[in-house]
Each structure stands twice: as C-alpha cells, then as structure tokens.
C-alpha cells in the first residue's frame, strides 16, 4: 500500500504504547511494605556520627534525615514544601514572628513523646557555643523561641524571613529529643521511620522500621534499610549490576551509557541546584574591573564544558547559582554564550591590554575541574586573555586555595532557596561570599526579599537579583552539575524523584517501596 | 640454641627501634602534609571559629615534638590514644564526659582482624598452590607445563592488582555470578558467608603472590637438583617426585619460607587497593581514610601494626630458615 505511516496511524500507535505503558508502570502500583533497601553510597567516612550538625556528604544525610531523624518540615519530591514533624506555619506580616503548629502522637525511637522542648533544644544545638553547625546561621537568625503549648512553637527572628519554613527543612536541622541530646547522638534515636540496628562509621549503617512511628503506613516502607559505603565508582556499579544493592549513588558519568543498557537498572538523571563555578577574589586586580569579568563570562564556551566535562549530563548556567529546583529561577534572562569578539570588545572596554592571570585548579573542586580550566584557556586566548592553569593538590584545597587565590575552581550543592543560597555566598561580608564581590542594589534587594510574602513581588526581586549577578557578578558558573543515581526495579517510586539532591533528595528511603 | 634465642633477642631490639624510627618518620610526615584534622574534616564548610575550635580540642595547635612525646609515652604504656574521627562530635555542650570516645585501638582491633582474616584466606590458598605448582614445575622443568605456569603466574603478577580484580569480578560474578564482588563482611556474619564474600579478594591476591612463591620454590629446587647428593639418589634409583619432595625440598626450604614471609607481610600491608575495589572493611582502608583526614593517632597505631607485621614475620622466616638448616642449627 503504501510505507508512509499517516498521521493517524501514527498517533493510535502512540496512544496504544502511551496505554500499555501506563498499565505496565509499576509506579502506579500501590505501595507495598517490607522488605530490605540496600544501598551503595559513596560519602562515607570513619568520622561518620548520628550528629546531623555535622553531616556534609549524601551518606549520613540519607541516613540521618533520610532515615533516623525528622525535620519540621520537608521539600516533597514534586519540589513543595511540606510538614513533616509540623503540622502547620504562620507568619506574622514582617515575616519575623514564626508560629508552628506540631504533629501530635509522636515518638522517639526510646519511647520519649515529641513536642515543643525536642524543638528548641535541638534548634539549641546549633548555636551553642563551640558547635561546628553548618546550620549555625540560620538558627542565629532566631532571637528567642517560645513554647506556646506542648505542640506548638513561636520563632522570633531578628531579622525577617520568608523562607524561614524552608530553612528548617535542612538536614541539619533534625530534631533531637530534648535532655537527651547525648545519647541520642551515640544511639542515633530520632523521630523517622527507621531505627538504628548497626552503625560502623564508613562501612555499613543498618536500620529497621520503627513501628510506632506516627504515620508508619505512608512512610518508610521498607522492613530494613542496609547502608553499605562504596567509595570506589566502578565497585557502586558493579555492586548494582550484580543486584547486591538496590540503588547507588553517584554514577561515574562514563558508565551511565552502559548502565542504560541494564532493564533491570533505571538510571535517575536530574538537573538541580548543583553547580559549578570559578569564583574570583574582586580584591585583587585584574578582578576588580567589572569589564574583565564580563570579557572573561564571554569568553567561556559553556556549551562545551558540558559537553565535555559533564558528557552531556548537565546544563548550562548563567553566571548565577540559582538553579532548577529553586522557586525563582530566571531563566528568561538572556544567556550569556561564547562569543571571543564580545569578550575581546570588552577586554578592550577594561583598558587592561593583554593580560595573564593564574586560575587554580584541582580535581577536589569539581570532577573534571583540570579539564574545565584547559577548555577555558583554550577559548580565552582569541579574545587576548592568557590563562595559566595552576595544578593545585587537592589536600587541604578548602583552606588552601578556596577563598585565598585570586582565581580557582569550586562546586556548589546549591541551596533550597534563592534567599539562602545568596545569603550563604554572595551577600556582602558573609565569611563564604567567596568573592568578596559587593553590589549595592542587589544586597537592598536581598534585604528585601528577606521579608516579602508575596509571592509575585518574591519573583522580581530575585529576578532581578540573578540578573545583576549574571551581568555584574564576580564568579563564573558555567554549568549545573546533574545528580546521577541508579536504582534497580527491584524499588520503585511514584515516578517522581526530587532534584534538590541526589537519590530523590535523599529521601528514598521514607518514599520508595519495594517493588 | 643459644646462638639461636640471641638471634631472636638481637633482632627484637632491632625491631623495637625499627619501630620508633617508623613512628617519628610517619608522625612528621603527616605533619607536614597540607591543613590538618580540623581542616580536613570540616571542608568546605570550615570557618576560622570552628576550625580554631577543633584545634583546642585536639591540641593540634602545639608543636609537633610536644605531641609527638605525649604520643609515644601512651603508646609505651599501651594507650594508644583516642580517634580523632569521633572525638569532636561525641560531644554535646557539657555533656561531653558522659560519652565514651572511641579508642584508637577499638576502631582498629575489628578492621585488623578483617585484614587477618582476608590474609589468612589468601595465604591458605595461595602457599600451598604455589608450592605444588613449583615443585611440578621443577619436576617436569622446561616442559610446556612448566612454560604455561610460569607465563601464566608472571601475567598475573605482572598485571595491577585493580585489573586482576576486576578480571575476576566480570568472569566470576557478573558474567558467572559464583562470588559476590562486594565483600563487605560485617559482625554477625557466619563464618560460611564471611568465607565466600572474602573469595573474590583472595583470589585476586593469590593471583597476585603466586608468581613469587612459586619461581622461588621452582629456582630452588632446581638449584639443588645438580648436587651431588641428588645425583646419588638419582642413581639408586628413586623416583623423580621422591627426589624433589623428599631429598631437594628440606634443603631448599630456607629461601622459600622467607619469600613466603615476605608475601605473608603484603597480604596484611598493601591490600589497600583490593580492599576498595571490593569494599573490604579491612586496615588499608581505614588507613588511606585516616591519612586523608590527617588522624594521626590511627595512623600511627596502623603503621605500627604494619611495621610490627613486617618485622615479626622476618624474624619468624629467620628462625625457621635456621632452624630447617642443621648447619646453621648446631654452629661449629
């Protein structure tokens, strides 16, 4: 007849495959309960405790709030806040007087009910003094706490903040129970789904389900959870390919081809905030002429880092570390390319001649980094700028090179919150504003953000905020970094995987079941 | 006899100052490693506050010879100290002396015995494989037997470590899933899982010593086979194999054992490779992990561990080396 497939054919054809898909999904299946998740996660180390102040990689973060601990309240896979151990949240209208509402008929893993005082002394614990808390900033901002009643908590800020719901969310924010705090530090007994059953820091971490928890059928399916560290990349796949762990992290991005070609193996690539950047220190010329670093934004081929450095497995940025799965993400503003005549228009415009300038790398930075500054000299160069790749060790590099030499490689996981990430390092003063860079406009806006409620105003302000830092801003961010994990069929999800980080935000294991 | 327990007085003196000389060597070193414990473990995330707050904690900020005294004169009392990795975070406020550090020696006593344990498997397979395939060797000498096992043994020796591990892992447990190629063996494990879990490491360590110990045996054997007193066995008519095993190995044992002692020492030091690629709980991991983190109390108690094993199973070689030769036995 005829080898043309008409248009109508086409689409029957494509709605048959759309129905057989969806009644093959398993993840329109209910959720079953028990079994065992076993996990092969890299991020592990010997100094691992059930300390959340101090959790930094995805291995104690997926255990901790991830499995032993709770927060008040959390980021759901779709991207929306949500309660977790609060029930509820108002704000007064200058975003300084925070109300909680607190779940009721909840326990801690030894029996101790939850309420108001388990808040405030854990909130405690990141201010106290000597505590090494990434979260110390968040809490310092809270002026005084108050028990309203057994299940209720009122915040006062010092400053205003309309995030201030999502800042609890953070995984280092776990609650404790209070005059417990010591040992449930030693024992890991916290509020989640799971149990401590065995912990040998950087080897394994083993969990049950905790039976009495408050919402035990809609959370945390799993009988056990199995933890085990593999730091070795190649051993994450193999360990996965040969169905000894149900999900791994951190997929060596040349494997990830290979990965696909498994049915038994779904590969799970998400874009979110994490990002890559060359940060430069404005104190030190020739960093201080805003023309410099526009001649140096467009003389950065994006596309090609991608390419090459991510194999494909990212997307480019525009000089700004909003990303993805941030609220606020302009992405109309217009990209910034590789263009070497734009960059030599504005080298030209900065009066500085032919310059060199030293760019430190190390591997420590960001996988590739080395590559990435290769790629860069390689694509400044027609546009008269001379970069010198400095081969740092990646020994001591945070404290070495980071924040020290003029110009180097670095990495961000990204922040929840537009107002969070700029306020860790790009508000004026704060010790990892990594720059130095200072902006009068855009600290006014930050300020102002800070207590907007409103949503559409929210949307300008960081709007313009990313522009200024696009245009004005003294780092480069080349591109968002994909988080690629692997799970095996043998766990299944809703379809829905958070990209806040990696492994659906390291909550699999209170959302995912046992397929 | 005599002669004998003065050898062994003589070389554990030796050993003792062996190991002082290798804990000041170690201890400087890491020091002068780039950034410190404080550093190390914060990251990215350290601050001048948090970082100058570990360091009092730790005493990290006295000089490195004050540190190094206090070290050694607990270790010489048997303190080894506690680990840095748990000390900053077991405490809580003021609450800190309710909290049991963890010592240096409970953190390495279970992975030392996993170290132990995966030698052990290694050794059982490979010492007396490579014997019987030496002795073979030297009994058909220059036959294609003979040509097989030493390219094959030289290839696999000649190889690095990760490639005959992963070799091993796509034949043995992806293509023809017999083993498991994570062995992360754990307490409460049957010693029947813990054997086949560990399989997969021990092969490729066998694989990894064979060669030597069996060219040794091989070159041993062959050395004696020219003198007289196996020419005269020939002549009475005994058998080839009762020749070698009987009349050649006992006088060639000397060399074999301290090549087997010499192995024995890297099956417990320098695994660390086949225990990544395998995710073996053993010491080389908690080792590279400690140096990355610049924990110094663990890492000398692992180098010292290290050296002892070295130095204990030379002397051990020694002694049976003079104990296997009546010569050196009853000195004229």
Redesign the interface.
């Known amino acids: 007849m005829t080898l043309n497939i008409s248009r109508r054919t086409a689409l029957k054809t494509a709605a048959a495959a759309g129905a057989l898909s969806v009644a093959g999904m398993p993840a329109l299946a209910a959720p079953k309960h028990g079994g065992t998740y076993r996990l092969g996660l890299t991020g592990g180390n010997t100094s691992d405790t059930w300390d959340s102040r101090t959790h930094s990689d995805a291995y104690m973060i997926n255990m901790g709030h991830g499995c032993v601990f709770e927060c008040l309240t959390e980021v759901s896979a779709e991207g929306e806040l949500i309660g977790e151990l609060a029930t509820g949240w108002e704000a007064s209208a200058d975003a300084k007087v925070w109300t909680f509402d607190l779940r009721k008929g909840v326990k801690f893993h030894n029996g101790k009910a939850f309420g108001a005082d388990d808040v405030i002394a854990s909130m405690n614990m990141h201010v106290e003094e000597d505590a090494s808390s990434a979260a110390k900033p968040i809490v310092a901002n809270v002026a005084e706490m108050k028990k309203l009643s057994d299940h209720q908590v009122q915040f006062v800020l010092k400053n205003g903040s309309a995030d201030f719901p999502y800042l609890v969310s953070d995984y280092h924010i776990c609650i404790f129970p209070a005059g417990q705090i010591a040992e449930a530090i030693a024992n890991g007994i916290g509020t989640g789904p799971y149990k401590v059953v065995a912990f040998d820091p950087g080897v394994r971490a083993m969990v049950s389900k905790f039976e009495d928890h408050w919402d035990a059928d809609n959370r945390g399916y799993f009988a056990e959870v199995e933890q085990i560290y593999i730091g070795d990349a190649s051993a994450r796949v193999n360990a996965i390919m040969t169905s000894q762990v149900d999900a791994i992290n951190r997929v060596e991005l040349k494997s990830v081809k290979l990965l696909r070609n498994f049915v038994n193996i779904d590969v799970i690539d998400v874009t979110g905030n994490q990002h890559y950047t060359f940060p430069m220190l404005v104190g030190n010329a020739p960093f201080d002429n805003p023309d410099f670093r526009r001649a140096l934004k467009w003389a950065c081929n994006r596309q090609e880092m991608v390419d090459k450095i991510l194999q494909g497995y990212g997307a480019v940025a525009n000089d700004h570390p909003i990303g993805p799965a941030n609220q606020y993400q302009a992405s109309d503003l217009p990209q910034t390319e590789y263009d070497p005549d734009k960059a030599a228009f504005y080298m030209k415009k900065s009066g500085l001649g032919n310059v060199t300038i030293d760019l430190s790398v190390a591997e420590a930075a960001f996988t590739g980094a080395g590559d990435a500054g290769a790629l860069y000299q390689n694509t400044a160069g027609p546009a008269g700028i001379n970069i010198n790749i400095v081969q740092e060790p990646n020994d001591g590099y945070w404290s070495n090179v980071w924040l020290r030499k003029p110009w180097c490689a670095c990495y961000w996981s990204g922040r929840a919150t537009e107002d969070w990430m700029f306020a860790t390092a790009y508000e004026s003063g704060v010790p990892w504003n990594d720059t130095g860079w200072e902006n009068e406009r855009f600290q006014s806006l930050l300020i102002e953000g800070r207590t907007e409620l409103k949503t559409d105003r929210r949307r300008e302000i960081y709007h313009d905020m990313q522009e200024i830092c696009s245009d004005d801003g003294a780092t480069i961010v080349p591109m968002y970094a994909n988080f690629v994990d692997a799970k095996s069929n043998r766990v299944a999800n809703n379809g829905q995987t958070g990209n806040l980080w990696q492994l659906d935000n390291l909550r699999s294991c209170k959302r995912w079941w046992t397929a | 006899m005599n002669n004998l327990a003065m050898i062994i007085a003589k070389r554990l003196a030796l050993g003792v100052l062996t190991l002082f000389m290798v804990s000041v060597i170690i201890f400087y070193a890491v020091n002068m490693?780039?950034?410190d414990f404080a550093?190390?473990?914060?990251?990215?995330?350290?601050?001048?506050e948090?970082?100058q707050?570990?360091r009092d904690?730790l005493g990290l900020d006295r000089p490195v010879y004050l540190r190094y005294f206090d070290w050694l004169f607990a270790a010489m009392q048997g303190d080894f100290g506690i680990?840095?990795?748990?000390v900053?975070?077991?405490t809580?406020?003021g609450?800190?002396a309710?909290?049991n550090y963890e010592t240096v020696i409970e953190?390495l006593a279970p992975r030392f015995g996993n170290t132990l344990f995966l030698a052990g498997v290694s050794a059982a397979i490979a010492i007396p494989l490579s014997l019987m395939i030496g002795v073979l060797a030297a009994l058909y000498r220059e036959s294609i037997f003979d040509r097989v096992a030493n390219v094959s043994t030289l290839v696999s020796i000649s190889s690095p470590e990760f490639f005959v591990a992963?070799i091993l892992?796509l034949l043995l447990?992806?293509l023809n899933?017999v083993f498991?190629?994570?062995s992360?063996i754990?307490?409460?494990m049957s010693f029947a899982d813990k054997l086949g879990k560990t399989m997969l490491p021990a092969l490729t360590l066998t694989l990894v010593v064979t060669a030597h110990m069996m060219r040794m045996t091989r070159a041993a054997i062959i050395n004696l086979l020219a003198s007289p007193y196996i020419e005269m066995a020939r002549l009475k008519g005994l058998s080839p194999f009762r020749i070698i095993v009987v009349h050649a190995l006992p006088n060639a044992l000397a060399p074999i054992i301290n090549v087997i002692a010499l192995n024995l020492a890297y099956l417990i030091t320098g695994v660390v490779v086949v225990e990544?690629?395998?995710?073996y709980?053993g010491v080389g991991?908690?080792f590279v992990?400690?140096v990355?983190?610049r924990?110094i109390p663990?890492v000398q108690a692992c180098c010292l561990v290290f050296a002892f094993a070295y130095i204990f199973l030379n002397l051990v070689a020694d002694v049976t080396s003079i104990l296997s030769n009546p010569r050196l036995r009853h000195p004229k």
């Open positions: 490693l780039p950034g550093q190390a473990i914060l990251g990215q995330t350290a601050t001048p948090t970082v707050a570990i904690s680990s840095f990795s748990q900053l975070f077991a809580y406020g609450s800190a309710t909290v953190q992963y892992i447990a992806v899933p498991t190629s994570l992360n754990h307490e409460g990544v690629v395998f995710v709980p991991q908690l992990d400690s990355k983190m924990n663990v």
